[in-house]
């Protein structure tokens, strides 16, 4: 999935200690044309910019709906495609064709530079679009797609838990992860009791159902140091999870670079290169990159 905006920010990333456990509010975006879905994006956001290496998240459903999100480019990150109803077509510059379903993971990882496109027919949708900040490494990796029919599940105190990325509560998805990472989807019933990484921050997203302390559109920070955390309700719930991300980055519209001449010439390469390859199978045109702010873009720390 894109970041659609026609006049997106500067999103300053990078190093910086945590606090106290926070809520930390989305705000509506709309994804693209008239009839856009709404989705709810949670990170970046004003106070705390990353958790771990994950950078990106937005929630969107259960809504009635078509997505239809044209060609665009990547660099510098993974994206994950994660749904709890409906059905996506993802098409690549690498040629890949691949349906994703509920329960399923589709990974891209842009590397040195990719391009995609994502749709559906209308149908319910609902789900979530994550990114993961690549480290300076792998940065300049090949490009790559990987789709997992089937992912490790594991149950504890109160919650049964399917790990997408990275480890959680002792299992390990079979995905790439570059930096150490905890992604889940967690279904709790009743009283639950999360196991958590102390070296790790986190970050918990309410999916459906009531569960306390959470709530319906907040994104709760958990800092690192815990070793659990205590839930009591009956839904699913989002965990993702890293080690601080120890790099500054420049997120703007759909990269992730370091500084902004890197911006610029990622921005130039898909508006006048070949570097980002072609989508076969899109019956529409790319979408073109935003114009670029007045002022330079620099990297800052990822909390305020």
Known sequence: MSNLERDPGEILCGAADGGATESLA???????????????R?????????????????????????????????????????????????????GSLQ?????????????RGISHSEESGEELLHGVQLW?????????????????????????????????????????????ALTPLAGAEVAVSGAAELP???????????LDGEMEPLERGPLLYVP???????????????????????EEIVMWWNFVGRDH???????????EGEGFGSVEGFDGAPLPAPVLPGTRLRPRGRGR
Not at 80 to 93: K, N, Q
Not at 99 to 111: F, K, S
Not at 227 to 242: F, W
Request: with cysteine; charged share 20%; proline share 9%.
């Open 42 to 94: 949670t990170l970046p956001g004003v106070r705390r910019r990353m958790i771990g290496a994950w950078c990106f998240v937005d929630a969107y459903g259960p809504e009635v709906a078509a997505m239809r999100v044209p060609p665009h480019p990547h660099t510098g990150l993974q994206t994950v495609s994660w749904l709890l109803s409906g059905e996506v077509l993802h098409r690549d510059s690498l």
């Open 196 to 206: 958590l990484d102390p070296a790790f921050e986190h970050g918990l997203l309410l």
């Open 26 to 40: 989305g705000r509506e975006v709309p994804l693209g044309g008239p009839r856009a879905m709404r989705v709810s």
């Open 99 to 111: 349906v994703v379903r509920p329960g399923q993971l589709n990974l891209m990882t842009a590397g």
């Open 261 to 271: 001449d890197e911006i610029v010439a990622f921005r130039k390469e898909w508006m």
């Open 224 to 246: 690192p140091g815990r070793t659990s955390l205590s839930l009591n309700g009956d839904g699913r719930v989002l965990v993702i999870g890293g080690e601080p991300f120890a």
């Open 132 to 176: 993961v900040a690549l480290p300076g490494g792998a940065r300049g990796m090949e490009p790559g797609f990987e789709h997992h029919a089937e992912l490790p599940r594991v149950s504890g105190p109160g919650f049964t838990a399917t790990v997408i990325m990275g480890s959680f509560a002792g299992a390990t998805s079979p995905a790439t």
